[in-house]
């Protein structure tokens, strides 16, 4: 009798165990329950992260994009410009009543030619001038074609006539000097000076950049 009891009861056992089985596949499926795990949300990128110039500020708040390489930026990415500014002079003396530039002053019209290529924002005035021997009218136009010659010169080597202005004198302006005979040779001549400003860029120093200082004693 008790072997019958024992088979019965784990019978009803059994049933019991299905009947429950079956109950929860069935609450589920009405519930939508699912074994797989929810895929994770995507991130919605709404910045720029990414530092295209390398200068350490991301695109996203770069002001100013393509910064030339190792240079000093702020937090906006824009470099630290700093002014540079650099003057040179003319200084001609000519012969009495005469245009003609002497050869020794040629390679200072180089360099005024040169120094304005430079600096291609800059304009030049020649100022003309005579020593006060002949007539004032006469002095007046010489000194202006003195100036004339030498804007004549700059134009052959490049520069654009629009950036030259020329101005005569005459005799109002002698040069000071112990003689009268000096100071007519003095005062024979055309002046300009040209003063040109640009910005450059600031690089920072890092072991990586190149020495370009002589390594001769």
């Not at 910005?199 to 990586?208: A, C, K, R």
Request: net charge negative.
């Amino acid at each position: 009798m008790r072997s019958l009891s024992f088979r019965q009861s784990t019978q009803k056992a059994r049933r019991l165990a299905s009947l429950l089985s079956l109950w929860l596949c069935v609450c589920m499926l009405l519930s939508g329950c699912s074994f797989e795990a929810e895929a994770p949300p995507v991130a919605d990128q709404s910045r720029d992260l990414l530092d295209d110039d390398g200068d350490g500020v991301i695109n996203a708040r770069d002001r100013c994009p393509n910064t030339p390489h190792a240079a000093i930026v702020d937090n906006n990415g824009c470099p630290t410009i700093v002014e540079r500014s650099d003057a040179t002079e003319l200084h001609i003396l000519f012969a009495n009543d005469s245009t003609v530039i002497p050869a020794e002053y040629l390679p200072q019209i180089d360099h005024m030619a040169a120094f304005l290529a430079a600096y291609p924002d800059t304009h030049i005035e020649l100022k003309g001038y005579a020593s006060q021997v002949g007539a004032h009218d006469y002095n007046d136009a010489l000194s202006k074609r003195r100036a004339d010659v030498v804007r004549q010169h700059l134009i052959a080597l490049g520069v654009t006539p629009a950036r030259i202005r020329t101005v005569g004198f005459g005799d109002t302006q002698p040069v000071p000097a112990a003689s009268k005979e000096e100071s007519h040779t003095l005062s024979r001549r055309v002046t300009a000076r040209v003063r040109g400003e640009r910005g450059s860029v600031l690089n920072e120093w890092t072991i990586f950049s190149l020495r370009t200082e002589s390594t001769e004693p």
